[in-house]
């Protein structure tokens, strides 16, 4: 079956420019998580999704990141104002559940900003 | 807290040679969650081993082992006869069960590459 899809797959923006990311899970999964690769940071927990809420926002790194999904399923992570040090691959993970199932991770999308 | 510490960042091996990947978490949450993910140089994250803090058998899977010692905080990760294919990141993971840890908190990675 399909797995966790992420577009785009890359992206190369200007700084100041607002940017959306998409993440499709993997149909029937209720959870779903976005992360965050860097060199300087490893990987890193943004925010995830129980359905359509969020109950765990604390690691989006400013108010410029917001996430959301709509009817259980696509989630957008946007980033508003870009800055040079949101150059990362950004990767959205999906789950039956959370706490007991294993994350099943996408191929994620190179954001780049000069 | 959730703490995840891989103090190993590269380690190159022979083909055929076995190796260990050390692993070490720090939480607070009694009931939490271990998890061994393999980044191969295509960049997805791929799913090794899952294991509860309630169960510490050790776990063989073909040429993988893992080994979780709750009194040690640590769940290393073997791989016997290691092949060139084995070469990637390996990142572990933990995830509590409290609010706030119900996410994945990820070790800095062990670079793996075996030289054939």
């Known amino acids: 079956g399909a797995g966790v899809s992420q577009s785009p797959s890359n992206k190369v923006t200007e700084k100041g420019k607002d940017v959306e990311l998409r993440c499709d899970p993997i149909?029937?999964?209720?959870?779903l998580y976005w992360y965050r690769q860097s060199l300087g940071q490893g990987l890193e927990f943004l925010i995830y999704?129980?359905?359509?809420?969020?109950?765990?926002k604390s690691g989006l790194p400013s108010d410029r990141f917001s996430a959301e999904r709509t009817g259980g399923s696509v989630s957008t992570l946007t980033i508003q104002r870009t800055q040079q040090e949101d150059s990362a691959v950004y990767l959205c993970a999906s789950s039956p559940d959370y706490i007991l199932s294993k994350q099943y991770f996408g191929p994620g999308t190179r954001l780049t900003v000069l | 807290a959730q703490k995840v510490t891989q103090a190993q960042t590269e380690i190159s091996v022979v083909e055929k040679e076995d190796v260990t990947l050390d692993c070490v978490y720090e939480?607070?949450?009694?009931?939490?969650?271990l998890f061994w993910y393999k980044q191969p140089p295509s960049g997805e994250l791929v799913f090794l081993i899952r294991r509860n803090s309630f169960d510490e058998q050790n776990e063989i899977s073909g040429r993988y082992s893992w080994n979780f010692q709750k009194s040690t905080s640590s769940f290393n990760f073997t791989i016997t006869a290691s092949q060139v294919v084995d070469s990637a990141v390996y990142f572990c993971?933990?995830?509590?069960?409290?609010?706030?840890?119900?996410?994945?908190?990820f070790g800095t990675g062990t670079r793996l590459t075996i030289i054939p």
């Open positions: 999704f129980q359905g359509n809420s969020a109950p765990d």
């Open positions: 939480t607070r949450d009694t009931t939490y969650y």
């Open positions: 993971a933990l995830m509590g069960s409290n609010f706030g840890n119900e996410k994945l908190t």
């Open positions: 149909s029937g999964h209720t959870a």
